[in-house]
């Protein structure tokens, strides 16, 4: 059975981005866009990654435009958007489909997983992959990234890739 850390994205610079780079790490994955009510979430996860980067915490924002046309720009654009309006230093793919036959294949794969309501209905849905490229929970658009149950979520499996990186450090 794949995992998270099967697929890959393209950067919003252009470069490939695997998700097997961030083995060992809590992914959260977020389509965004810029012109949305929810746009105002980047701040939140501008917190997130600020708070937890340094204990294994990857924030990965997914432009796309699937969602009212709210993110019509070019990746230039958006990069740029994030940049100035919320200091947004996190990685961001280029912008892509999260639903129907043209999802990206993360996004197919993830639609698997949990129930038909896990799927994204909106921008600023949110996946949260664990350490070892399992995909864990989801939370819907209108959940905060500062929640206490996004919160929690995430350091459960930083604290599961900690104790992880310890089993391996001492298996050396």
């Known amino acids: 059975m794949p995992s998270a850390h099967d697929f890959s994205f393209i950067a919003i610079e252009g470069d490939p981005l695997p998700l097997a780079q961030f083995a060992g790490k ?3 994955v ?3 866009a810029s012109q949305c009510g929810f746009t105002s ?3 939140a996860l501008a917190d997130l990654w600020a708070r937890y980067r340094d204990k294994g915490l990857v924030v990965l924002a997914v432009p796309s435009n699937d ?4 993110e019509p720009g070019t ?3 958006i990069k740029q958007f994030c940049e100035v309006n919320y200091g947004i230093d996190f990685p961001m793919t280029e912008k892509v489909h999260v639903r129907g036959e043209k999802a990206h294949p993360f996004y197919q794969w993830a639609a698997t997983h949990f129930s038909p309501l896990s799927k994204p209905r909106w921008n600023f849905h949110k996946y949260l992959i664990a350490p070892d490229g399992k995909l ?3 939370f819907s658009s209108v959940t905060s990234p500062t929640s206490e149950k996004v919160v929690s979520a ?3 499996q930083l604290a599961r890739g900690n104790r992880i990186a310890i089993g391996v450090h001492r298996a050396r």
């Open 26 to 28: 809590a992914v959260l």
């Open 154 to 156: 995430i350091e459960e």
């Open 67 to 70: 969602f009212g046309g709210q």
């Open 30 to 32: 977020v389509n965004s």
């Open 75 to 77: 990746e230039d654009e």
């Open 41 to 43: 979430q980047y701040s």
């Open 136 to 138: 864990v929970g989801w």
